[in-house]
């Protein structure tokens, strides 16, 4: 069994940063790629950054440049420093793993609110 679990969510005015962290365990063989997700009421979940075992990232547009995602290579672990947040960017964070086969997992999500 695998379990994400995140923590960093919060509230901040625009302008300001918050850092996300997703600790994965359990029986993990075969990792392709962790990444964060976000979600708004009524709207479908979108992808904002993912890092693949090989090193490389991918971002969405709306938050390249303001977001960056890191991995812990010697663990499971991955996370997401979010600058120059933006009100736009408040929505339920979720942090994402997929292992070849494919198998997707999915964490609980944090709230991350930015103020106008």
């Known amino acids: 069994q695998v379990q994400l679990v995140e923590s960093g969510g919060g509230s901040v005015p625009a302008g300001g940063s918050l850092r996300l962290s997703c600790v994965a365990s359990?029986?993990?063989?075969?990792?392709?790629?962790m990444g964060w997700f976000r979600q708004v009421p009524g709207g479908e979940r979108e992808m904002v950054a993912r890092?693949?075992?090989?090193?490389?990232?991918t971002y969405a547009d709306s938050v390249m440049g303001r977001f960056t995602i890191s991995r812990i290579q010697s663990g499971s672990t991955v996370s997401l420093e979010m600058n120059s947040l933006k009100p736009e960017d408040t929505a339920v964070y979720y942090c994402?793993?997929?292992?070849?086969?494919?198998?997707?997992?999915w964490g609980q999500g944090t709230q991350v609110t930015v103020s106008s």
């Open positions: 359990g029986r993990i063989f075969s990792m392709y790629a």
């Open positions: 994402n793993l997929i292992i070849y086969g494919p198998t997707e997992y």
């Open positions: 890092m693949y075992t090989s090193g490389s990232a």
